[in-house]
C-alpha cells in the first residue's frame, strides 16, 4: 500500500505564494515521476507541474515562471512553491507519483489540497 499526503493549501491574496509538500510512504521500492495536478470545479484535471526522478521538469503554459517543482529524493517528498498566484490558480491540488511496488510501476494519486486565490 502506497500513500500520498498533500499539505499546504490554503487561502491566499492575489499575489501571494504558498508553497505545496506531497510526502509518499508505504511499500516504496523507488519513485519515478512526480508531480502535480489541479482541478477547478466544472473542469478537467490538468498537469500543473512534473519532475523525473533525474530532476527534468516540466510546466503548463499556465504556471511557467511562477510555479517551481522540487523533490527531496531522501524524503520521498515532491514540492510545488506557487507565486504570484492569481484568481485562476484557484483549485484543488493533487499529488501524482509513479511508484516501484516489488518489481512493478504504479501510478497513485494523493487526496488532494484545496488552494483559493481571493482578489
Known amino acids: 500500500q502506497v500513500q500520498l499526503v498533500e499539505s499546504g493549501g490554503g487561502l491566499v491574496q492575489v499575489g501571494g505564494s504558498l508553497r505545496l509538500s506531497c510526502a509518499a510512504s508505504g511499500t516504496i521500492s523507488s519513485l519515478n515521476s512526480m508531480g502535480w495536478y489541479r482541478q477547478a470545479p466544472g473542469k478537467q484535471r490538468e498537469l500543473v507541474a512534473a519532475i523525473t526522478s533525474g530532476g527534468s521538469t516540466n510546466y503548463a503554459d499556465s504556471t511557467k515562471g511562477r510555479f517551481t517543482i522540487s523533490r527531496d529524493r531522501a524524503k520521498n517528498t515532491v514540492y510545488l512553491q506557487m507565486d504570484s498566484l492569481k484568481p485562476e490558480d484557484t483549485a484543488v491540488y493533487y499529488c501524482?507519483?509513479?511508484?516501484?511496488?516489488?518489481?512493478?510501476?504504479?501510478?497513485?494519486w494523493g487526496r488532494g489540497t484545496q488552494v483559493t486565490v481571493s482578489s
Open positions: 501524482n507519483a509513479d511508484v516501484m511496488v516489488g518489481l512493478r510501476f504504479e501510478n497513485w
